[in-house]
């Protein structure tokens, strides 16, 4: 199995490199930053990981750059791990940076679909072939601040579940894993824009999933039988729950205003 996986310096993309490859499968990573893809190469080996360094905002060079790596390696592409995105700021809509808000869709929106249209028509002619899209809670349940970033995980469910209704007579499958409060990554540093005590603060005296926990799930799906497709996957810690339904009351002091049960 030769696994493609976006995003993969640290955080999920790294832990679902580490998993797959511990699995026995063979992975190509790449993210940015390539000191860090050449540590996790060193780590996991160069005979079973491949790294390219390069943003994936300009998908027709990452696109390139893969069709040569395959090629140097003797390797067929099985499974793509969309995981490649990013959440940039949680001010109410109202406040928004509009550049936040086409930077999210850049990546979380395009460059995924960009990358899938790629890979596709290569599937097909294998007649074989698994999409693992990393969407989020968010794409189900608003949240304040929730706004453009929520809005780009629902396109990933639905996105993801389109793509089936192309793909079932394909034998080409495709997943959404859809976690919630993750740590362990830099998510909510990049969502906070640097400010680390707010990041920790997020994760502070609780237990949310880890890296790993992701991984885990990336893998049941890529690893299930053939004949299996995981659709979604919703995850969340235990320590967390959608919210329960708010209503703002004019007078604060109104009991009604903690919300409705
Ligand atoms: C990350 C999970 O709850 O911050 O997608 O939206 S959450």
Sequence with gaps: MVVLITGASAGFGAACAREFVARGAKVIITARREERLLALQRELGESSCAIIA???????????????????RGWKLDVLVNNAGLALGIAPAYACEIGDWERMVEINIL???????????????????HIINIGSIA?????????????????????????????????IRV?????????????????????????????RDTAPLLPEDIAQAVCFAAFAPSHVNINRLE???????????????ISQNAP???GVQ
């Design 256 to 258: 009604e205003s903690k």
């Design 139 to 171: 794409g189900s349940y608003p949240y304040p601040g929730g706004n453009v970033y929520g809005a780009s995980k629902a396109f990933v469910k639905q996105f993801s579940l389109n793509l089936r209704a192309d793909l079932y007579d394909k034998n």
């Design 235 to 249: 995850i969340m810690p235990t320590a967390q729950a959608p919210a329960a339904l708010n209503v703002h009351k």
């Design 175 to 203: 997943t959404d894993i859809e976690p919630g409060l993750a740590g362990g990554s830099e998510f909510s540093l990049v969502r906070f824009k640097g400010d680390e005590q707010r990041a920790a603060d997020l994760y």
């Design 54 to 72: 390069q943003d994936i905002a300009d998908t027709a060079t990452l696109e390139s750059k893969l069709t040569a790596t395959l090629d140097s």
């Design 111 to 129: 460059a995924l679909i960009r990358l899938t249209h790629f890979v596709l028509p290569g599937f097909v002619a294998q007649k074989s072939g």
